[in-house]
Nanobody
Framework: QVQLVESGGGLVQAGGSLRLSCAASGRTFSLYPTGWFLQAPGKEREFVAAVSWSGGSTYYADSVKGRFTISRDNAKNTLYLQMYSLKPEDTAVYYC?????????????????WGQGTQVTVSS
């Protein structure tokens, strides 16, 4: 069994910062947490950021470039999202996703496992 557990969400004022973590546990062989997505109520899940597990190549949604940084700790099977200069429009549930190839992707369909999500709320 593979579990992905997100943490670090919360309520912050606009301009504030948060650091999200995604810890992978269980049978994680050939499964790599590589992506962050967000979802608002009644809307589809949207891409935020991704990183390849071995090479470290990164990908970001245009809306977060320069504000968010994705990183990973391979030894701990943990994925991070450092968020700066948060805006009210960043408010959503943030999900960690793992894929079998470890390449990372902008597409939800390329991922095989998802965490339960962590709420991020940014007040104005």
């Amino acid at each position: 069994q593979v579990q992905l557990v997100e943490s670090g969400g919360g309520l912050v004022q606009a301009g504030g910062s948060l650091r999200l973590s995604c810890a992978a546990s269980g049978r994680t062989f050939s499964l790599y947490p590589t992506g962050w997505f967000l979802q608002a109520p009644g809307k589809e899940r949207e891409f935020v950021a991704a990183v390849s597990w071995s090479g470290g190549s990164t990908y970001y949604a245009d809306s977060v470039k320069g504000r968010f940084t994705i990183s990973r700790d391979n030894a701990k099977n943990t994925l991070y999202l450092q968020m700066y200069s948060l805006k009210p429009e960043d408010t959503a549930v943030y999900y960690c996703a793992a894929d079998r190839m470890g390449f990372g992707s902008r597409l939800t369909s390329d991922y095989d496992y998802w965490g339960q999500g962590t709420q991020v709320t940014v007040s104005s």
